[in-house]
């Protein structure tokens, strides 16, 4: 079975904090991206990356940087912390073997304070 | 560029009947289209998915999909809904070729005793 573990499932911070949230991947896929998760708004895509030390912007960047430094391994960086980024976030990775299927972690609900 | 839109954001349906989730979505290449489903607090997991084979797609707890083109749909539905089906559904579009995916909004499924 694949899976996608995140470091922490509830997480609370200051505003003003850097806040990492980590995602890791034991199927060695090559895709992985950060999603954040809003009522009413599903899942919009963050950032993503397709290969170590590679990374792409998604729909709502602003405010987050990534750092992929193995494959499975893929981390969210909030340089300063603010309200509006209390959010659910999920991890997720696909393999271009599998047909793009994506599997996704538990999530991390953050609450920024 | 792709868009995906669920027709209803809430749907309530009496346990032991049929449950219908709507789906349309846009894109300018033959898509891929998946459903996954949320349960409270935890993770998405995919239901189904369609990738240009079959047009009737079965999935994992009952659930099937038919892709009709001329229609742009790709609705859920399966004909005898369970208590366990609560939960909230997300349909979700990508490029055949690509990566990255496009969330709907989401349907949140109740299933009345």
């Known amino acids: 079975d694949v899976k996608v573990t995140q470091s922490s499932r509830y997480l609370v911070k200051r505003t003003g904090e850097k806040v990492f949230l980590e995602c890791v991947q034991d199927?060695?896929?090559?895709?992985m991206f950060w999603y954040r998760q809003d009522p009413g708004l599903g899942l919009r895509l963050i950032y993503f990356?397709?290969?170590?030390?590679?990374?792409e912007k998604g729909d709502i960047p602003e405010g987050y940087s990534v750092s992929r430094e193995k494959k499975e391994r893929f981390s969210l960086i909030l340089e300063s912390a603010s309200t509006s980024q209390t959010s659910m976030y999920l991890c997720?990775?696909?393999?271009?073997?599998?047909?793009?299927?994506?599997?996704f972690g538990p999530g991390t609900r953050l609450t920024v304070t | 560029a792709q868009s995906v839109t669920q027709l209803d954001s809430h749907v309530s349906v009496s346990e032991g009947t049929p449950v219908l989730l709507r789906c349309n979505y846009s894109?300018?290449?033959?898509?891929?289209l998946f459903w996954y489903v949320q349960h409270p607090n935890k993770g998405l997991q995919l239901l189904l998915k369609y990738t240009s084979a079959a047009t009737l797609v079965k999935g994992i707890n009952g659930f099937e999909a038919e892709f009709k083109k001329s229609e742009t749909s790709f609705h859920l539905t399966k004909p005898s809904a369970h208590m366990s089906d609560a939960a909230e559904y997300f349909c979700?579009?990508?490029?055949?070729?690509?990566?990255?995916?496009?969330f709907g909004p989401g349907t949140r499924l109740s299933v009345l005793p």
């Open positions: 199927m060695d896929h090559e895709n």
């Open positions: 997720a990775s696909s393999s271009t073997r599998e047909s793009y299927e994506q599997y």
């Open positions: 979700v579009v990508s490029l055949s070729y690509g990566q990255n995916f496009v």
């Open positions: 894109s300018s290449y033959s898509p891929s």
């Open positions: 990356s397709y290969d170590v030390k590679m990374k």
